[in-house]
């Protein structure tokens, strides 16, 4: 438990390397980790078949997710939600938990080539590890053209992963 408790959220493009960012920082900052692919699979795996069907049960899951995470953060334990973060509104649900829980933030936004990506997406397509989805390039394009880097305008606490071949 921390005198000082923070919510970590992330932001880049899939296969960027959030989830990997948001271990880490779980385990530094003795952090509740939430992923949302995790959840996600375990909770609607069968049910998920298309990108619609993503977006209804992740915006079920953000109804209990949230309160969740804010009762934490009250409660002084930090936070790492592995959610994307990927577009200016995707931003507000995150503003709205460390809002509601007068705690601390940070959004960590890993920017890495699309090259980079794909090459971390086949790998992980062949791995599969648990919560992951099988994307084609065109998936990743697709998905791809609604990000939205965090600008300055919108007043996150921001730090910068650059890609350094790091995965």
Request: net charge negative; glycine share 6%.
């Amino acid at each position: 438990m921390s005198t000082n408790p923070s919510l970590h959220f992330l932001c880049g493009k899939a296969g960027a390397g959030k989830s990997t960012v948001a271990k880490r920082l779980a385990a530094s900052h003795g952090a509740t980790l939430i992923c949302e692919d995790v959840w996600l699979a375990r909770l609607f795996g069968d049910e998920m078949k298309s990108f619609d069907d993503y977006k209804r049960f992740a915006q079920r899951l953000k109804s209990v997710v949230g309160p969740l995470a804010i009762d934490l953060l009250i409660s002084g334990h930090s936070v790492v939600l592995d959610f994307p973060a990927n577009t200016r509104s995707s931003r507000a649900w995150f503003r709205s938990i460390y809002e509601k829980a007068g705690a601390a933030h940070t959004l960590h936004y890993v920017n890495t080539s699309n090259q980079t990506c794909l090459q971390r997406i086949a790998e992980r397509n062949t791995e599969r590890p648990e919560g992951s989805h099988h994307l084609k390039e065109d998936d990743f394009f697709q998905i791809s053209s609604f990000f939205e880097a965090p600008e300055q305008a919108e007043s996150f606490n921001v730090t910068v992963y650059e890609e350094r071949g790091e995965g």
